[in-house]
Nanobody, 124 residues
Framework: QVQLVESGGGLVQAGGSLRLSCAAS????????MAWFRQAPGKEREFVAA????????YYGDSAKGRFTISRDNAKNTVTLQMNSLKPEDTAVYYC?????????????????WGQGTQVTVSS
């Protein structure tokens, strides 16, 4: 089992920044690809960003490219999502997910473990 706990969400004005963190426990963190997904009210969950288990490859959804950065610290068992130039359409619950020996898939299916989510609200 892997437990994932997200933090760092909140209310921010458009153009501002937030840094989300996901703390993992339970298994060898470095063996897991990590990803961030988000779900806005009335919409399906959407891929935001992922980083492979080796940490060398990162992937971004179209909405995140150029504004968000995913990184991981295997010594601290954490993955972070730095979000800059936030827009009201970034408002959503952001979820952290883990995929054993994954490369950083965009689809939800490979991810075995999910956090409870953290709310991000961007005001205009």
């Amino acid at each position: 089992q892997v437990q994932l706990v997200e933090s760092g969400g909140g209310l921010v004005q458009a153009g501002g920044s937030l840094r989300l963190s996901c703390a993992a426990s339970g298994r060898t963190f470095s063996n897991y690809a990590m990803a961030w997904f988000r779900q806005a009210p009335g919409k399906e969950r959407e891929f935001v960003a992922a980083i492979g288990w080796g940490g060398g490859n990162t992937y971004y959804g179209d909405s995140a490219k150029g504004r968000f950065t995913i990184s991981r610290d295997n010594a601290k068992n954490t993955v972070t999502l730095q979000m800059n130039s936030l827009k009201p359409e970034d408002t959503a619950v952001y979820y952290c997910a883990a995929d054993y020996l994954g490369y950083g898939a965009r689809a939800e299916l490979p991810y075995d473990y999910w956090g409870q989510g953290t709310q991000v609200t961007v005001s205009s």
